[in-house]
């Protein structure tokens, strides 16, 4: 064999074995990496299930506390006030208008002619001043003439006395003569009233209201109206009262009266009528003003605020009113154990601040805010006076959990 022989196959041979070695160094890495690829996933495996658990157990606590918190009835809260009741007198308030409590319709009381009208409509006037002059004529001849005669009757009179003491003249005659005499006195006693009654005089002081007659007109009988003078120091208010308060009204008693102007003015309930009106079945009441300044015309409208008896009652504002499924007016409350209570209740008067009312409890805990959101019997969360928001969606009507 020659050289080239036996190179020719050992050649062969050292190139086959590095192939096989490679295959087998790449068949050992690919099995260790697959081993430790197990052990990794062995492992990891633990953890897996540590994890799990331990998410499980979270998972498990979370939804027991929302199933409990969910479980759990929710309260409202509402905002409530507690209001004793007081002592109240209770009134009523009716419309009714202003009256003058003294006003005279002067009149003429002898016929003549207007000779002077001294006054004007309007006129502020004193007790005895002169409004009108009539023409007092012939009066002062008649009146002269009445006197001469009453002087004649007189010493008439005289010589029949003188007479019948010597026996000269009968009591008959005397008594004649004294008649004739009166007569005469009381005929110039007339003339002097009709001379005296041409000069019309204010009857009390006040206000000239109406003047219906000017100068040159003529009066052709007694009684004619020729002024009307009204006292504006003192007025009264006057309302129409139903009969099922009229006797809680005390004559005397202490009454004010409110004018258009938002004026009160204090007064005394001076006349309580004792029939009725056939038509309204109401009776008349007057409170009786005094005004100094002589401000409060005569005509305006009034509105009546009448006491009546005492009451026990609470003052809350009209807002806190409110309506049952029934309808019914009244007050919800909250009581010791936190349930909503409905009261029906009865306004007794009516101010300017508040409503007086009876048929709630003594001691009170008013709904002043929330009572729209909640119904009797319902549980909620009361809370005295003002509340204050914590975060948002935290406020007065958010539910809570016990």
Do not use: C
């Not at 331990?54 to 006030?81: I, L, Q």
């Not at 005279?104 to 207007?114: D, F, K, L, N, Q």
């Not at 009546?308 to 009652?313: F, I, M, Q, S, T």
């Amino acid at each position: 064999m020659s050289p080239k022989d036996n190179l020719g196959p050992s050649t062969e041979q050292d190139e086959n074995v590095p192939s096989t070695k490679r295959f087998r160094v790449q068949t050992s890495y690919k099995t260790a990496i697959a081993i430790a690829v197990l052990a990794v996933l062995w492992m990891m495996s633990g953890l897996f299930n540590d994890t799990e658990h331990a998410n499980g157990a979270v998972s498990t606590e979370k939804a027991d506390g929302a199933a409990e918190v969910a479980d759990a009835p929710t309260k409202t809260r509402v905002r409530v006030t507690t209001v004793s009741s007081e002592k109240h007198v209770r009134t009523i308030s009716i419309l009714g208008r202003i009256e003058v409590d003294k006003a005279v319709s002067v009149r003429a009381e002898v016929p003549g002619r207007i000779a002077e009208v001294v006054v004007k409509k309007g006129a502020s006037v004193e007790a005895g001043d002169v409004l009108v002059k009539i023409d007092p004529e012939n009066l002062p001849a008649l009146l002269a003439e009445a006197r001469a005669r009453l002087e004649q009757r007189k010493i008439a009179y005289d010589s029949a006395k003188k007479l019948s003491k010597g026996g000269y003249s009968s009591q008959l005659s005397v008594a004649q003569a004294k008649a004739d005499m009166e007569a005469a006195r009381a005929q110039v006693s007339g003339m002097r009233r009709d001379l005296e009654n041409t000069i019309i005089t204010a009857p009390l002081t006040g206000v000239v209201e109406d003047l219906p007659v000017e100068a040159g007109d003529f009066i052709d009988k007694e009684g004619a109206v020729v002024a009307r003078v009204i006292d504006l120091t003192t007025m009264n208010a006057v309302g129409e009262v139903v009969e099922h308060d009229i006797g809680f009204i005390d004559l005397g008693g202490m009454a004010r009266v409110r004018l258009p102007d938002d004026r009160m003015l204090n007064g005394q309930v001076s006349y309580i009528a004792k029939s009725s009106s056939a038509l309204t079945r109401t009776f008349r009441v007057e409170v009786t003003m005094d005004v100094p300044d002589r401000s409060v015309p005569e005509g305006m409208t009034a509105e009546l605020h009448l006491p009546l008896e005492r009451v026990v009652a609470h003052k809350i504002s009209p807002a806190l009113l409110t309506l049952n499924d029934e309808g019914a007016v009244g007050v919800k409350t909250v009581n010791d154990d936190g349930v909503v209570e409905f009261h029906r209740v009865e306004m007794v008067s009516d101010t300017t601040d508040g409503i007086w009312l009876t048929g709630l409890p003594r001691e009170a805990r008013i709904i002043t805010v929330g009572q729209e959101y909640v119904t009797a019997g319902q549980t909620v969360i009361p809370v005295e006076g003002n509340l204050k928001t914590v975060g948002t969606g935290s406020g007065l009507m958010s539910g809570e959990g016990n």
